[in-house]
T-cell receptor, first 114, second 113 residues
Framework: KQEVTQIPAALSVPEGENLVLNCSFTDSAIYNLQWFRQDPGKGLTSLLLIQSSQREQTSGRLNASLDKSSGRSTLYIAASQPGDSATYLCAAPFLNTGFQKLVFGTGTRLLVSP | EAQVTQNPRYLITVTGKKLTVTCSQN?????MSWYRQDPGLGLRQIYYSMNVEVTDKGDVPEGYKVSRKEKRNFPLILESPSPNQTSLYFC????????????FGQGTRLTVV
């Protein structure tokens, strides 16, 4: 069974710090990996999607990397701001489910204090 | 604006009273799916649909029904809700298959008493 793990479960940093969120998966046969942001009472917002053939994707202060061989992805947030406070989720569709569902990690809850 | 819209956002109901959570997307996506999110268990897929009139079970389909009569709509039906269906529900859509970028609705928080 595929598993997606996110470490740490929670992270608290002062404003301005650069930080890294980790996502690991047990099966390298993924189609892509997607990072989401979830705010309390709101839905999931897609941040970045990395195709399995790519190594990284960037959007503004966010950079996501993917290493399929080691089963890892990282989300790098530069110069963190209080508005970055949210839960961050990674998810991937796996080959042995026909890529028909996203398997989610349980998330990293980030708090950026002013 | 491209979006996935769920209704209602919040719902409190009693055990056994049939309810429907609606989901609509305006991106002409073929693929739609439903997830539930529970503390400690994360998001789990309930049902998915690859196109009109094509639906299939996800990981936790028991107690739920779906239909896909139109491309834009994918309602989730609870014919006899029970307290263990109290959860946060999300609808998602993506272009083509479940392997492309997924767009999620705002969520429906359901409480069954």
């Amino acid at each position: 069974k595929q598993e997606v793990t996110q470490i740490p479960a929670a992270l608290s940093v002062p404003e301005g710090e650069n930080l890294v969120l980790n996502c690991s998966f047990t099966d390298s046969a993924i189609y892509n990996l997607q990072w989401f942001r979830q705010d309390p009472g709101k839905g999931l917002t897609s941040l970045l999607l990395i195709q399995s053939s790519q190594r990284e994707q960037t959007s503004g202060r966010l950079n996501a990397s993917l290493d399929k061989s080691s089963g890892r992805s990282t989300l790098y947030i530069a110069a963190s701001q209080p508005g970055d406070s949210a839960t961050y989720l990674c998810a991937a569709p796996f080959l042995n489910t026909g890529f028909q569902k996203l398997v989610f990690g349980t998330g990293t809850r980030l708090l950026v204090s002013p | 604006e491209a979006q996935v819209t769920q209704n209602p956002r919040y719902l409190i109901t009693v055990t056994g009273k049939k309810l429907t959570v609606t989901c609509s997307q305006n991106m002409n996506h073929e693929y739609m799916s439903w997830y539930r999110q529970d503390p400690g268990l994360g998001l789990r897929q309930i049902y998915y649909s690859m196109n009109v009139e094509v639906t299939d079970k996800g990981d936790v389909p028991e107690g739920y029904k779906v239909s896909r009569k139109e491309k834009r709509n994918f309602p989730l039906i609870l014919e006899s809700p029970s307290p263990n269906q109290t959860s946060l529900y999300f609808c998602a859509s993506s272009y083509g298959t479940g392997a492309t970028e997924a767009f999620f609705g705002q969520g429906t928080r359901l409480t069954v008493v």
